[in-house]
């Protein structure tokens, strides 16, 4: 039985007796084993096998295992010398490439934030006191299912194992997140426009097109881009029931339907099906997502499942951005220090999805693929034209490293990394003020088929 899960824990103390941290292992070893997971736990292997094959054992599983639990309840047993072998071994191996697709998940008591080894900083930390064992376990789950489904993407869309990224916590349920997405309407809705106008120009028959938009959010996008389609069928919908209820009332017009559906859920197919049903749409003449997929852990998962709804001739079409595509002149090397803040907190979405969009429609089946790109500058806009520039693409970014140091608050580095990007943030803005900073990026939007 090869290994997914390794837990490393202190067994005894100075004393001989059982540690607290042996409960929590066993703990963890009966509800991921009880999940269907692979687990070695060091006591039960010492039964089965005796002390004579337990050495070899353990370096047997730390070459299987793809997550290390490293538990400890002080900073003397995460020292100790089995615990510290074991985690440095591991770690060593994921920084060297023989272990690929790989991580080291702390659970840690009583351990200041500087007192944690620069091995483990910059993976993941759970507490034990804020943390159940079932989030443990769940946030395992989630990895190794992740890892297995990107071991089947054909696109190459790699995902940081180290620092969580993709593995994105963005919610649009927020005061600022909703200012935010409508500014996001506006600001792109040439790029849209022009995408649609190509797949309309390019339809044999507009005159009952049938239209999904995922991910629809508030339905600010969806009203904006296809109520001025006559006679059409528009299916909006977003894994938030309270997004989906402002859409109904707020956004609604003739022929648009909302409904919660999570992109990701495993009833996707069937639960889509349902609401095709309610609404009489047998397939999709448009499949609509902007600024979407970058949210999800495996884009050509919903890609792929998607592309069976499309009618013969019908067309995909994905808006996303990249922040590589970011050029700016005067800024002071601030933009620099935001991204890099941003980029390398935990729990992030895939901010250099724009660039991916092509191989990723090309490798989930889809023919004659087009890219198209809107540039957005500051060149002639208002001051306030500018301040919405600035609240739409850099304002939203210290959110990811609030909620970070909220949940972890003796973390030294996180309210710093916190404090950081706040005073940057502010320094930016003063800069969008002035006339003589510039800024520009790109929106990258991939239009295909599925014939």
């Not at 770690?91 to 060297?96: F, R």
């Not at 299912?145 to 994105?168: C, F, P, R």
């Not at 973390?411 to 706040?422: A, F, G």
């Not at 943030?425 to 990258?444: G, R, V």
Request: with cysteine.
């Amino acid at each position: 039985m090869a290994y997914e899960i390794f837990i490393s824990f202190k067994n005894t103390d100075q004393n001989g007796l059982e540690t607290k941290d042996v409960a929590i292992a066993k703990e963890l070893y009966r509800q991921l084993t009880e999940q269907g997971m692979r687990v070695f736990f060091s006591n039960i292997i010492l039964q089965e096998q005796g002390a004579a094959a337990y050495k070899s054992a353990i370096e047997s599983a730390l070459d299987e295992a793809k997550v290390l639990v490293a538990v400890a309840t002080s900073t003397e047993y995460l020292n100790s010398k089995w615990v510290s072998y074991e985690r440095e071994s591991f770690h060593n191996d994921i920084l060297s490439g023989r272990k690929t697709g790989a991580c080291i998940v702390p659970y840690l008591e009583n351990i200041f934030d500087l007192d944690v080894p620069r091995s483990l900083r910059n993976y993941q930390t759970f507490r034990i006191d804020q943390s159940p064992v079932e989030e443990v376990v769940e946030f395992i789950k989630h990895f190794l299912s992740q890892k297995n489904a990107a071991n089947k993407d054909e696109s190459n869309n790699e995902i940081s194992l180290v620092t969580g990224k993709h593995m994105s916590t963005y919610s649009a349920e927020t005061k600022a997140e909703f200012k935010r997405l409508k500014i996001q309407a506006v600001n792109t809705r040439e790029a849209d426009l022009n995408a649609l106008k190509y797949v309309t120009d390019n339809l044999p028959d507009t005159s009952a097109l049938r239209i999904l938009d995922m991910g629809c959010a508030y339905g600010f996008v969806t009203r904006d881009r296809f109520r001025r389609y006559a006679g059409a069928t528009v299916l909006g919908v977003d894994r938030s029931e309270e997004l989906i209820n402002f859409a109904r009332i707020n956004n609604d017009f003739e022929g648009a339907h909302y409904e919660v559906l999570d992109l990701e859920s495993e009833d996707f197919e069937e639960t889509l099906e349902t609401y095709m049903d309610k609404y009489g749409i047998e397939q999709f003449d448009i499949v609509f997502a902007s600024l979407v997929i970058h949210h999800l852990q495996n884009p050509n998962k919903l890609l792929r499942r998607i592309r069976k709804y499309l009618s013969k001739e019908g067309f995909i079409v994905i808006r996303g951005s990249d922040d590589g595509s970011i050029i700016s002149c005067n800024d002071d090397g601030l933009i620099q220090k935001i991204l890099d803040l941003h980029l390398n907190a935990d729990g992030i979405s895939d901010r250099l999805n724009g660039r991916k969009i092509y191989s990723q429609l090309i490798t989930s089946g889809y023919k004659n693929v087009i890219m198209k790109s809107y540039i957005k500058d500051l060149s002639g806009l208002t001051l306030d034209e500018r301040y919405d520039v600035f609240l739409e693409r850099f304002s939203y970014r210290k959110n990811y490293l609030q909620r970070l140091a909220e949940k972890d608050p003796f973390s030294e580095k996180k309210r710093k990394d916190l404090q950081n990007i706040t005073q940057y943030l502010n320094e930016l803005e003063n800069k969008f003020d002035d006339e003589s900073f510039w800024y520009c990026e790109i929106d990258f939007v991939g239009i295909a088929q599925k014939k």
